[in-house]
């Protein structure tokens, strides 16, 4: 390497390390207000109402897939420069499918209530007004990307930090004013004009639609393997909501998917990763420091996610019973399933963002596909016989058996090495795990059990995790956590 690029490169690192410093303070204030709100949400809104909103999220997280286009990822992960009108022909194409699909949402509705076909109509509502939401998503994408390119959290975390306060806060105060489900459409219409307000206030220039498609084929193609891709990762999740929801109906949906929402707190931390990882494995020299650098990265999450799961096992049922009331105990049981999902998704999470940057989108395809077809050909017999559980257990299931297809592609042993790298996280999370809930089950109340477990499984974990763990795990969350935004620390890439 020579001595520009070394310069470039640290520059490149220690914007990732100050990205992620920003994105980590965002995740632990939206945290922190979320599980407050989501209290306030529980208590406020049935699990029917929360069934039919999340009903209508899976269709619209289906057709945003359509409206990206794959391009946002694409221009982000191409190493040479962008041209202004590549931006404005990005943006053009997206709000034209938005637009369009808002049209057909509009006229199918109108079909099936002319032909008298029997529908729920809230849930009918409830699509049509979030649906709004696809244009904005479209604007903002492309208005973003520039940003995320030079890793310039420092103007986007505020963004996103605004947007999430956003919806949270006023998603609890309409739920608390008896609104039901219809607290998501007011809190998804504040989000979006909060979030164009900040995004404005914080891009260096924006995109404005053109008149010229020039070029919009070739824009097109380079943007399907990552659309496609991000059709087959969802598409399970998809599939499992309409069978819920079709067979089971909007309360069990409702259960499950709280349930999954609970669990997965941790994973935005994980995404954060992903992230900033994206663009910074995409400027890596060589396939071997890529897949070094994942491996490290991977380890040091892992240690991280298996103090949630041990806290998560231990004070479920507690915590539940006394933070969201008795109507959310039967997901309980679901949502310990779904934490011990939590590892395997996070490797494919860090895999996948390895394998894009070096540019096999097409093994991210393939891997999505295949564990698409096997959550589906597994959930659904699992749905169909034992309840909403069939969900977790279909999809660690499904996970489990095409976790080798994540990491196609990153070189001989990369799994293993990133498997034993992690082993011994299993070590203080079990112990974690039946101390605490041993404790917590000695406790008088639910109040007073989901404290002990808790006390009990984190100073378990700590003690544990310190006393063995390798030294390249702590070396490795000291490079990546201890930077904060303009502090003086050295500024090499992530190890």
Do not use: K
């Amino acid at each position: 390497m020579t001595a520009p690029q070394e310069v470039a490169a640290r520059e490149l690192g220690g914007r990732a390390r100050r990205g992620i410093g920003l994105l980590l303070t965002r995740h632990a204030v939206t945290q922190a207000t979320s599980l407050v709100t989501g209290i306030v949400v529980a208590r406020s809104v049935l699990p029917e109402e929360l069934g039919r909103y999340f009903a209508a999220s899976a269709v619209l997280g289906a057709l945003s897939v359509l409206v990206d286009l794959g391009i946002a990822a694409r221009l982000v992960q191409r190493s040479e420069g962008l041209e202004a009108r590549e931006l404005r022909l990005a943006l053009t194409l997206q709000l034209v499918v938005a637009i369009a699909l808002l049209g057909g949402i509009l006229f199918a509705v109108r079909g099936v209530e002319a032909a008298g076909v029997a529908h729920d109509a809230e849930l009918v509502g409830l699509l049509l007004l979030l649906a709004l939401d696809l244009v904005y998503q479209a604007w903002r994408s492309v208005q973003a990307i520039e940003l995320e390119r030079q890793l310039r959290y420092e103007r986007l975390a505020p963004v996103e930090l605004c947007e999430q306060l956003t919806f949270a806060i006023t998603c609890a105060a309409f739920a608390f004013a008896g609104w039901g489900a219809w607290s998501f459409v007011w809190a998804t219409w504040l989000r979006g004009a909060a979030g164009a307000m900040t995004l404005c206030g914080a891009s260096t220039s924006l995109a404005w639609p053109t008149w010229s498609l020039a070029g919009a084929p070739a824009i097109l193609r380079a943007g399907r393997p990552f659309q496609v891709a991000s059709f087959f990762q969802g598409l399970a999740g998809w599939t499992s909501t309409a069978v819920v929801a079709a067979a089971l109906g909007p309360a069990e949906l409702g259960l499950v998917n709280w349930a999954a929402g609970q669990a997965r707190r941790p994973l935005p931390l994980v995404g954060i990763f992903a992230r900033v990882a994206f663009p910074y494995f995409s400027r890596l020299e060589s396939p071997e420091a890529v897949t070094a650098a994942m491996t490290r990265l991977a380890s040091a999450v892992l240690a991280g996610l298996g103090l949630w799961i041990a806290v998560l096992v231990a004070a479920g049922e507690p915590a539940v019973r006394f933070l969201f009331t008795e109507r959310w105990t039967p997901a309980v049981p679901a949502m310990i399933a779904y934490a011990a999902t939590l590892g395997l998704d996070a490797l494919i999470w860090l895999a996948a963002a390895a394998q894009n940057a070096r540019g096999l989108v097409y093994l991210a395809t393939r891997r999505a596909a295949a564990r698409t077809a096997a959550t589906i050909g597994i959930t659904v017999p699992l749905l169909l016989t034992w309840g909403h559980m069939g969900a977790p257990v279909g999809y660690f299931i499904a996970v489990l058996v095409t976790l080798p297809l994540s990491f196609a592609g990153l070189g001989p042993g990369s799994l293993a090495r990133t498997l034993s790298s992690a082993a011994w996280v299993a070590a203080p999370t079990t112990l974690a795990a039946l101390l605490g809930a041993w404790a917590g089950s000695s406790a008088l109340g639910p109040a007073e059990g989901a404290l002990a477990a808790v006390g009990v499984a984190a100073a378990t974990y700590a003690l544990v995790a310190w006393a063995i763990c390798p030294r390249e795990v702590r070396e490795a969350a000291d490079l990546l956590l201890r930077r904060a935004p303009g502090s003086s620390a050295p500024t090499e890439g992530p190890s």
